[in-house]
């Protein structure tokens, strides 16, 4: 794990070459159904299941990069990004920002219909963190 979850706005960002190695686990040869088994992968859903959203999308977008487009593979790549992004912007206080990441992931995971896992990930463990999210920042905007 880094130090610390980088918050845009209130703490230092890690430095550039920090997830490297993380992201070079995807290669080429890695066909989609096995990207699961990446150090990338890995390190995203720890990294989401953390609180370190930020990190989360910076190791993921190497994985949503080698996903053939369309896939199921890539839509729910896309989903994970999408709600670590929300997850992030409702810890920055921006719940229309959150809100809006939400609708995005509700896209993604429509091209997920009719498949109960995919990358090891169930798609209504998402559906539902998604609606969490989405009603912890309609709870935000109220407040403020």
């Known amino acids: 794990m880094p130090p610390h979850a980088y918050v845009p706005g209130q703490n230092a960002r890690h ?4 997830f490297d190695a993380i992201k070079a686990s995807v290669t080429a040869d890695i066909p989609a159904d096995a990207l699961d088994q990446t150090a990338a ?12 959203f930020w990190e989360c999308h910076e190791v993921l977008e190497a994985v949503w990069m ?9 839509a729910m790549t896309q989903a994970l990004i999408q709600l670590a992004n929300a997850r992030l912007k409702l810890r920055m206080d921006k ?50």
């Open 15 to 18: 430095p550039e070459d920090w």
């Open 41 to 52: 992968w890995q390190a995203g859903r720890a990294y989401f299941d953390a609180g370190y």
């Open 66 to 74: 080698r996903c053939p487009d369309p896939s199921p593979e890539r």
């Open 95 to 144: 719940p229309r920002a959150t809100l809006r990441l939400c609708n995005l992931v509700d896209g993604h995971l429509a091209q997920c219909a009719g498949r109960e896992m995919i990358l090891g990930v169930d798609v209504q463990e998402i559906a539902q963190a998604t609606k969490s999210t989405r009603e912890d920042a309609l709870i935000c905007s109220i407040a403020q």
